[in-house]
């Protein structure tokens, strides 16, 4: 009988032993199966952000180039003069890879932190069209001067392109895209730490 009573003590308490570390690895499996799921929800969220067109602005200007030209060369003939006004449209461009930001999840301690921003990469693309030509059969446009007036053209658009109010412009849009992962971030109870200085926390 008293065999009996130790044999029924020590089956009791194996499945008690069994039962709590059953429990025991129930909830610590299912606290890593959260941290990996946080982890995976919040790093997913910036993989599908990617690479993105921040924002984009267009310009337009006119241009007119006036060409004097002396008739066969000489000096002693009357001098001609050809005309050409040419419609400059130029679209700019900010961007930045998300790829190249540099931010750590810390599923532990519940930190997105963001430790770098990418740059800015701003793409200026000027498209130059001929609105009206005047020129004379002694004085035709040649395709020098179409390259050359072209060419005057697009750089007077990339002057007229402010780019350090465009990237100034760019980051707040970019800080504004971002708040879908820090929105995330929080509502995963996650604190927001900014390392690089250049983010607004203040209304998260």
Known sequence: MKNKNIILSFVGGAIAMLFIFLLWNSLTKKAEDKVQNDYYIITNQIRKMNKMVVM???FSSMQKTKITSQILGSTLLPST???IITFTKTNAQVSYDLNKMKIEVDSINKKLIIKELPNADIRIIPSVEIQSMDDS????????DFQKITKSAKENAYKTVNQNRLRAEGRKQLTENLDQIF??????????EDQTGQINLTNL
């Open 56 to 58: 984009e602005q267009d």
């Open 81 to 83: 003069e050809k005309e």
């Open 137 to 144: 059969f002694f004085n035709r446009f040649s395709d020098k």
């Open 183 to 192: 929105v995330l971030a929080k509502a995963l109870n996650y604190t927001i």
